[in-house]
């Protein structure tokens, strides 16, 4: 187990208000098989309310498959997967997805695109809110195509957010960023996370990204969870450093090791 604090935050929440709004979620000796093919074998999960779950592994090590049985995309050929003790496919508003791409409606505008995420119809107060939240407060007229990509990026985190979801559930959502906007949504996404104490689960090939943002960092590899290394942040310690180089060191070993 390991002890640092890897960004800097601007707020300090006690983590029983942070925790309490977030979903819990649970799999039970979950398996998916393709064909024949199996790619997930007998997993258990348990992600506690409010936690940050970044989830990593080897390309093809079903990391993605995993993350489609958390957000009830898919169903597992045998075990359960639940949020909140209910199936992941009844979810409902409790659960929203960031995707790889943002996804916008091109026609529609920035506060119209995260006007979608509000299931009760449009609320121009909670789609201010929300685009002041993610640092755009200034763009709900304009059209996607007038911003770049992190900024399309954080109208998808705004959509997402907008409805006050329990649990977040983010498939690579940073991977096609520059280095530089990729960093300032890592410092978004973990000081939204902070404020308002939803559960995070997020898929990623970066390793230093899962460590930057996570509770818990999982490796995933042949069927099931190979190692799970818990980050706890209490000192000041920056991008760099040594301790944070060691977590790394220790998760990419189990990943080359898988």
């Known amino acids: 187990m390991q002890a640092v604090n890897l960004l800097p935050r601007d707020i300090d929440v006690p983590p029983m208000l942070r925790h309490g709004e977030g979903a819990a979620v649970k799999l039970s000796h979950v398996s998916r098989s393709f064909d024949g093919n199996r790619v997930l ?3 258990d999960l348990t992600v506690r309310p409010g936690e940050f779950l970044s989830i ?17 995309l898919d169903k597992p050929t045998s075990g359960t997967v639940t949020v909140d003790g209910k199936p992941a496919t009844q979810a409902g508003d409790r659960l929203r997805i960031m995707f790889q ?3 916008l409606l091109p026609w529609a505008s920035v506060a119209e695109n995260v006007a979608v995420g509000l299931r009760g119809g449009p609320d121009p107060t ?6 002041a939240a993610v640092q755009l407060p200034d763009k709900a007229d304009f059209w996607p195509a007038q911003l770049s990509g992190g900024q399309r990026q954080r109208v998808a985190l705004a959509r997402a957010l907008v409805s006050h979801p329990g649990l977040l559930v983010l498939d690579e959502p940073l991977g096609a960023l520059d280095a530089l906007t990729r960093l300032t949504m890592q410092n978004l996404i973990r000081d939204m996370h902070a404020k308002a104490g939803f559960t995070a689960i997020l898929v990623t090939h970066d390793v230093a990204e ?3 943002l996570s509770d818990r960092v999982i490796v995933l590899g042949q069927g099931g969870i190979l190692s ?9 310690t920056t991008r760099g450093s040594a301790e944070l180089a060691a977590i790394e ?3 990419l070993d189990a990943i080359f090791a898988a």
């Open 41 to 43: 074998s007998g997993l």
């Open 56 to 72: 990593v592994g080897k390309s093809g090590c079903g990391k993605s498959t995993l993350l489609r049985l958390i957000a009830g």
């Open 101 to 103: 791409e943002p996804r």
């Open 126 to 131: 909670s789609v201010a809110d929300a685009l």
């Open 210 to 212: 899962a460590v930057a």
């Open 228 to 236: 799970e290394t818990q980050i706890l942040r209490v000192g000041p």
């Open 249 to 251: 060191a220790e998760i």
